[in-house]
């Protein structure tokens, strides 16, 4: 490679974002940011796919995204009403927010997401001890022995393979909605941070003492094992912020 | 407005007061929800929903593109629609949709597992509120609104109960002023209204006031203590 030829920093990823998606994200900066505040009214849909220079359909598209999201709602022939999202705002609002268009993250955004995680995962893990069937526990069985048997020098990953079969073994289906948000906003992110996040995760004896928690149905070790599995890394960020 | 499912999802055989769009995505979700298609399912192309419902493509599209932000369905290569296994796939804000349509069964599923999560949430809140307070990060009119807010909820039955807890709970997450909290207490509410019977597990039971008490007082054990009686009621 020539010393003049870009390096990797030179350029930054250009997200490829479809139009419906670039109206989206302004209408939701100026939402997010009360520019068009709660309780008023969004232009019509010709006029905002007219100021935008794109079809109605794309503006149709963007607003449905704002009301799945909870930012909006929309009104039988009176047009679209801009929401408190502090109220209505449901957890597609993170999902859009959380992760910018390079894969970077934001931080405090970030912090809450991983708070919410341990709660989430403990608690999962203290069920999964009570109620886990049989095959639940062949898995979770299978895939520490996948994990064992990786080489020492394997990249960290946040092992989301073993979380939701752990998530799924608890019974609590609120919490593998919970988990699969958390992972639909780990998929976005880079492999890097996602293995910054993910420091500490290879405590395979952690992981070991939790199946076997699970497999004798001992719910205070289960949740006190997956605590120091997800714990430290909110205890580092917390500490830094 | 959904008529009862048979095992042949019938489609828009009534336009209701709701938009098409609306009504038409309101019968594909009931018969995904209640399980007249299964997981892995094709449903119907648009072109056969629209000669089936009358509706146009456009209006067929847009109940689609629904049910797809819902995480209720999946495209496939070639441009059709999947049901997906919404339990394995969808996130959170899938619920108030799926509580909607849900048979007493899966309502039921959906409101213990959820009187659950409150349950943990709270028990968090309750320990970090307590811990600002004993640093002192907490304004004092804050901590007094709280207790308000407490006592009346306490002391309030029916309908306004539920209000009134509704406030309460908000201005607990106001205070904690953390967004992922903030955004799933929202969805649980959500969740809540769109159950056909509202719930008596979304109810906590009366003893905020102790639990404000706790948090007034710096002590995050008594606070827990507190918010495990609150819902113990319930769970």
Known sequence: MSSDAPTRRDVTPVARVSVADAVHDQLRQAILSGAEPAGSRLPSERALAASAGVNRQAVREAVQRLRQAGLVEVQQGDGVRVLDWRRTGTIGLLLDSAVRPDGSLDPELILSLLQLRVVVLVDAARLAARHAPPEAIAELRDLLREMRAEPPDAPVTPRFAYWEALVRASGNVAYRLAFNTQFAIASKVSTETLQFLAAGARLDEHYAALTEAVAHGDDRTAATEAHAIVGPIVELLEGAS | ?235
Do not use: C, K
């Open chain 2, 1 to 235: 407005m959904s008529e009862p499912s048979t095992s042949e999802p019938r489609l828009l055989h009534r336009v209701a007061r709701t938009s098409v769009p609306d009504a038409l995505y309101a019968q594909l979700r009931d018969a995904i929800v209640t399980g007249a298609y299964q997981p892995g399912d094709a449903l119907p192309t648009e072109r056969e929903l629209s000669a089936s419902s009358g509706a146009n493509r456009l209006a067929v599209r847009e109940a689609m593109q629904r049910l797809r932000q819902t995480g209720l369905v999946e495209i496939v290569h070639g441009g059709g629609s999947r049901v997906t296994d919404w339990r394995a796939t969808a996130d959170l804000s899938v619920l108030p949709d799926v509580v909607a349509a849900a048979d007493a069964a899966v309502q039921q599923e959906l409101t213990t597992s959820l009187a659950r999560f409150r349950l943990v949430m709270a028990v968090e809140l309750g320990v970090r509120l307590a811990r600002r307070v004993a640093a002192g990060t907490i304004p004092a009119a804050d901590l007094a609104q709280l207790q308000q807010l407490a006592a009346t909820a306490d002391a309030a039955t029916g309908a306004a109960a539920v209000q009134l807890g509704d406030q309460f709970w908000d201005a607990v997450y106001d205070v904690l002023d953390d967004i992922s909290y903030r955004l799933v207490n929202n969805t649980i509410r959500l969740t809540r209204q769109s159950a056909s019977t509202p719930p008596a597990r979304f109810e906590s039971g009366a003893g905020r006031a102790a639990m404000v008490a706790a948090i007034v007082a710096g002590d995050p054990a008594a606070a827990t203590d507190a918010v495990l009686r609150m819902f113990d009621a319930v769970l």
